[in-house]
């Protein structure tokens, strides 16, 4: 089983910037990919981005394309999303999730079988 616990959420105003973390530890060795998702008061959650430990690839939502980073440090089994440029649209509850097989839609929360219990992240206008 993998443990997943974010951290770096907090209130930013527009056009600010955030560092979220996510350290992964337990049956890390089984490990495939990381994600984020994300998901406001009465949305559906919503794929942010994901990457591949092995290659480094990764893979990123439309709506933050140019705003939002991914990246990882294998040594320490940690995830990162730099979050730049932020929108109150932004606003939401952000999960990591962890995949542990390839295959299927990098977008469906499906497709993950660990997650963390999300960090906060409020946009004022």
């Known amino acids: 089983q993998v443990q997943l616990v974010e951290s770096g959420g907090g209130l930013v105003q527009a056009g600010g910037s955030l560092r979220l973390t996510c350290a992964a530890s337990?049956?890390?060795?089984?490990?495939?990919?990381m994600g984020w998702f994300r998901q406001a008061p009465g949305k559906e959650r919503e794929f942010v981005a994901a990457?591949?430990?092995?290659?480094?690839?990764?893979y990123c939502a439309e709506s933050v394309k140019g705003r939002f980073t991914i990246s990882n440090d294998n040594s320490k089994n940690t995830v990162y999303l730099q979050m730049n440029s932020l929108k109150p649209e932004d606003t939401a509850l952000y999960y990591c999730?962890?995949?542990?097989?390839?295959?299927?839609?990098?977008?469906?929360?499906?497709?993950?079988?660990?997650w963390g219990q999300g960090t906060q992240v409020t946009v004022s206008s």
């Open positions: 999730a962890a995949r542990n097989r390839p295959g299927g839609s990098w977008y469906s929360p499906t497709q993950y079988a660990n």
């Open positions: 337990g049956r890390t060795f089984s490990r495939y990919a």
């Open positions: 990457i591949k430990w092995s290659d480094y690839n990764t």
